[in-house]
């Protein structure tokens, strides 16, 4: 966990202060309904559909046990017990008071948690890899790096009121698991091959520093006009992280479209200048940034990592050991749960493992305050009281005892936590959709539901494989629906509710699905995807050709030829005009 | 009429013209085609025709430190309390507030955060450095 120094702690709790002050305001009639508009929303506090939504912010996913005691404590005083964590991840509540919402900062700020710039057109939590910190093929730890942004990024007061809201990734692994491919920036530590003379700097005292640096995406995202970042420098060492931030928001800030909502994010600009021309501006801004007074230091890079706590590890016993305790869980649900929610640590004996909090039957990424605490219980009896948000909305113990699997396991399938399909077909992520949300045309849940209880058989979804399957309630896109191997998009038709189903998208590296066809009504699409899995089974060549592999090889005509080819004899009408994308 | 803050202070403005030229940037504007100008500006002006529009931060940033702009720099149009902590330490140091804000009111608003990670044109250090030194 990083732990806040008092200069943290005392902006958090002026914050808080402040935001009472605007609500006191507001409630006064002092604010106009705009005015408060704008200032709530840097505050992460929509008015949604039912009742206000308050996003909390868990910096880049990273949680302690004590934190999420305080989140299901909140989530039973000042909501229905329960919350919703978010594919950025965040957690959300969706139906606090607003006259209750400056009581509730207050009380996240006494365990250094707070909801700034969680909403708003400013630069947002900055998410990155759960595992950072603890994943065999690390370069760095993203989550100093994160730190280090979250730092720069909060209430900088030049880039408080950008073009649109702004979403930074960080991964810090040799695999990608933060998707920079589709954020406004995108992050990805490298190590300098030495190709790049003007940039073999000293960085003084620690050498593991000297040859770090960032490649630089710009201009991805979701939402209704999805687009892959383009690598505007293969290397950035790592002292100029900040400044050259600062040059990317500067030209966004400046030239970025304010005139039409849909068209001001930065990828935007960065297609109507082409890659080469907004690049060339960025450097021509960077030029006067360069080597300024927020140029990164050493010791500020070792400050931070040293407010970070560690886990002691202990040193593993033998092999024979570890193996010796594994057996002790011979149930094949144990070992299709190994298979899925084990994930490899760096660290001899440990093993990180996924909490699935996708259960059939419950939303995605909800959780009751109930569950909270048992989660928190787990954290602490198992890995050093912290835990990890994923932008999967599943949680994350990061190092947990090889030998404690078994245990943890027990405990996690009394919980309904220990779903085995982590990468697999039911682990979907959805948007909390038209139950929720304002801006929903359709609903996301109940189809996340039908899907996962019509692929309930654990065999079947073994043999079906690695499968990304993302559904989101409208063209905003927060369920990602763009980069899910199968996406789902809820769209409005004169009133009614229809699913148009895309195919082929992937996180990492990026590609974006392409629409199958006419949408569906709600009760069609489990058979949708029903015959997208049977036709994928006939093509595979083996099972380790996964679903997107089969989509980028054949394409996508085989794919719709098995949905809409019974169209006329099936028991569902299926002769819809198509939706535009 | 609207309330003048400078140097932290309600002032009322002498309405004699001022020596020199009065600048009036508009979010768009180019700065370098102004450039030659500034030296001989009595003040330059940046408008803030909507709350949101955040342009005139980076124009302030840019005047004070690409241009060396050291004259009076005066925020117009949708200039409020809450926004007034980001103008100065953006470079403003003049504030034309908008109507119906409470001048007295508006003044607790620079003080709300004591501190900033950023450098800025309150603290040209960024925290680590102030921090380091």
Redesign the interface.
């Given at each position: 966990m990083y732990r806040y120094d008092d200069?943290d702690q005392?902006?958090v709790d002026?914050?808080v202060?402040?935001f009472r002050?605007?609500t006191r305001r507001f409630m006064a009639g002092?604010l106009s309904e705009?005015?408060f508009r704008?200032?709530r929303l840097r505050n992460g506090l929509y008015i949604q559909r039912y009742a206000p939504m308050l996003r909390i912010a868990i910096p880049y996913g990273l949680l302690s046990a004590r934190q999420l005691r305080k989140l299901a404590a909140i989530a039973r005083k000042y909501d229905r017990g329960y919350g919703h964590f978010s594919t950025r991840q965040n957690l959300q509540l969706n139906w606090p008071k607003l006259e209750d919402v400056p009581e509730i900062l207050a009380e996240l700020a006494t365990v250094q948690m707070h909801a700034i710039q969680t909403s708003g057109?400013c630069v947002r939590n900055v998410t990155t890899d759960q595992l950072a910190g603890v994943a065999a093929d690390e370069i760095v730890d993203s989550f100093v790096w994160c730190e280090l942004i979250r730092?720069?990024s909060?209430?900088?007061?030049?880039?408080?009121?950008?073009?649109r809201k702004f979403k930074i990734a960080v991964n810090g692994a040799r695999q990608d698991r933060a998707a920079v491919g589709v954020h406004d920036i995108g992050l990805r530590a490298v190590r300098n091959s030495g190709s790049e003379p003007e940039f073999q700097e000293r960085s003084g005292s620690d050498p593991e520093l000297e040859d770090v640096g960032f490649r630089i995406l710009v201009g991805g995202g979701l939402g209704r006009t999805p687009m892959v970042g383009h690598v505007i420098r293969e290397f950035l060492p790592w002292r100029h992280l900040?400044t050259y931030l600062e040059a990317i928001l500067?030209v966004y800030?400046?030239h970025g479209r304010?005139d039409n909502i849909h068209k001001a994010r930065i990828k935007i600009l960065v297609k109507e200048l082409g890659p080469e021309r907004f690049r060339d501006q960025v450097e021509a801004e960077w030029a006067?940034l360069k080597d300024?007074?927020?140029t990164?230091?050493p010791?500020?890079i070792a400050?931070v990592e040293s407010r970070f706590t560690r886990p002691s590890y202990e040193k593993s016993g033998s092999d024979q050991d570890i193996s010796q305790s594994e057996k002790s869980g011979s149930d094949p649900i144990y070992a299709a749960w190994r298979r899925r929610n084990v994930h490899a640590h760096k660290v001899p004996g440990y093993a990180a493992v996924s909490l699935s909090l996708k259960r059939t039957g419950v939303a995605p990424g909800d959780v009751s305050a109930g569950e909270m605490e048992a989660i928190a219980d787990l954290a602490e009896r198992y890995s050093f009281g912290e835990l990890r948000v994923t932008h999967e909305q599943n949680l994350v113990l990061a190092d947990v005892r090889r030998r404690d699997l078994p245990a943890l396991w027990r405990e996690a399938r009394a919980l309904g936590l220990a779903t085995p399909n982590i990468g697999l077909l039911t682990n979907i992520i959805s948007c909390p959709g038209g139950d929720y949300c304002a801006l929903a045309n359709a609903k996301s849940i109940p189809v996340a539901q039908a899907i996962q209880s019509r692929f309930e058989d654990l065999d079947h979804l073994f043999d079906i494989g690695e499968l990304d399957l993302n559904i989101s309630g409208c063209m905003n896109a927060c369920g990602h629906h763009h980069v899910g191997h199968i996406g789902i998009l809820g769209v409005d038709k004169n009133g009614e509710e229809f699913y148009q189903v895309e195919i082929g998208g992937a996180q990492s590296p990026a590609a974006l699905g392409k629409v199958i066809g006419p949408a569906f009504a709600r009760h069609e699409v489990p058979d949708v995807i029903e015959r997208l899995i049977e036709c994928y089974l006939e093509r595979r060549d083996s099972e380790a050709e996964r679903f997107v592999d089969v989509v980028h090889r054949i394409g996508i005509p085989p794919f719709k030829e098995r949905v809409y080819a019974n169209a006329h004899q099936g028991p569902s009408h299926r002769s819809r005009e198509p939706v535009p994308a | 009429m609207p309330t003048l803050i400078k140097g932290r202070r309600i002032v009322h403005e002498n309405l004699s013209l001022p020596k020199g030229e009065v600048l009036r940037l508009e979010p768009a504007d180019d700065l370098a085609l102004v450039a030659e100008r500034l030296p001989h500006a009595a003040r330059v002006e940046v408008n803030f025709p909507k709350?949101?529009?955040?342009?005139g931060?980076?124009?302030a940033?840019l005047l004070r430190?690409?241009y060396g702009y050291r004259g009076e720099l005066r925020a117009v149009g949708e200039v409020?309390r809450?926004l007034l902590?980001?103008?100065e330490?953006?470079g403003f140091d003049a504030f034309l507030l908008r109507d119906g804000e409470?001048p007295a009111r508006a003044l607790a608003g620079f003080d709300?955060?004591?501190?900033?990670?950023?450098?800025?044109a309150v603290r040209?250090?960024?925290?680590?450095?102030r921090?380091?030194a």
């Open positions: 200069i005392r902006l002026e914050r202060a402040q002050d605007q002092e705009e005015q704008a200032l057109n730092q720069w909060t209430f900088n007061p030049e880039f408080s009121f950008l073009p900040l500067r800030n400046r304010r006067h300024g007074p927020s990164l230091i010791e500020e400050r | 709350f949101g529009d955040g342009r931060y980076s124009i940033r430190s690409r409020t809450d902590a980001y103008m330490a953006c409470d709300e955060l004591s501190e900033a990670y950023q450098a800025s040209p250090l960024p925290l680590f450095r921090r380091a």
